[in-house]
């Protein structure tokens, strides 16, 4: 994958061609009947690529279309099969556009290097097959560089770089959730040292109380120690008197 378009779910998927195909050179575009538009045909034969588009039903002339390469258009409904095995892109966790898009660059680049990669290891990780790579940076080196950092870059091709540049940009800006988060534990840090400083007073006030109740008992204690001496000592008086 070297380029997508997010779009909203209500718009046709033709809205999003233009921006995707701008001055991209390709040898043919290979699409369904919902994208059999003059405007695309007349793009496509300026550019001189082939159009593996079947007509649709309700035109006058029924125009020929390679339909050997059409059948290739499996590849791109088993790339999408792929895409939809990461559960944050098939039921989109992300809450924001670039959330969004960026795990999209990340997840087409961990498919793209599954074919150059060895593993899983007995550690979890994951070797680069060199001799796959060197092939794939043979064959088309340009794409792999425009996946990263594309020469051509708008708002909707950013590459893995801009996308994560963004990220850390509104991560980290006055308003970045991020620097939401440090703000947030400061004030749970000077909340907790408030919470402990209180509890140090009030166990130094309720140790003393303690002590003062203790005290107290140890009076008492005593008042009633000397009482019940007084008591004995008379009891021992009168049944000695009595005898």
């Known amino acids: 994958m070297l380029r997508f378009l997010l779009l909203p779910g209500q718009p046709h998927d033709m809205k999003g061609?233009?921006?995707l195909i701008h001055e991209v050179s390709f040898g043919a575009l290979l699409a369904d009947k919902a994208f059999d538009a003059d405007?695309?045909?007349?793009?496509?034969d300026t550019r001189g690529a082939a159009a593996?588009?079947?007509p649709k039903a309700n035109r006058n002339v029924q125009r020929d279309y390679d339909a050997h390469m059409y059948k290739w258009r499996h590849l791109i409904e088993?790339?999408?099969a792929k895409i939809k095995k990461f559960r944050g892109i098939a039921t989109r966790y992300d809450k924001t556009d670039t959330s969004y898009a960026a795990n999209w660059y990340l997840t087409a680049t961990l498919i793209a290097r599954r074919g150059l990669s060895t593993?899983?290891?007995n550690d979890g990780t994951i070797s680069i097959d060199e001799v796959r790579l060197d092939a794939a940076l043979e064959a088309d080196?340009?794409?792999?560089?425009?996946?990263?950092?594309?020469l051509i870059k708008d708002e909707n091709n950013e590459g893995i770089a801009g996308i994560v540049g963004n990220i850390r940009d509104r991560l980290t800006n006055e308003n970045g959730s991020l620097q939401i988060s440090e703000d947030r534990l400061e004030r749970i840090q000077v909340e907790l040292a408030k919470a402990r400083e209180k509890l140090d007073v009030d166990s130094e006030r309720y140790e003393e109380q303690l002590q003062r109740t203790f005290a107290n008992m140890d009076r008492q204690?005593?008042?009633?120690?000397?009482?019940?001496?007084?008591?004995t000592q008379q009891i021992a008086?009168?049944?000695?008197?009595n005898a």
């Open 17 to 19: 061609v233009a921006p």
């Open 39 to 44: 405007w695309l045909l007349q793009d496509l």
């Open 52 to 54: 593996v588009i079947p």
């Open 78 to 80: 088993n790339y999408f």
């Open 119 to 121: 593993g899983p290891n």
């Open 141 to 150: 080196t340009d794409a792999v560089s425009n996946m990263l950092d594309p």
């Open 221 to 231: 204690l005593a008042v009633l120690q000397a009482t019940q001496s007084y008591l």
């Open 237 to 241: 008086i009168w049944s000695n008197d």
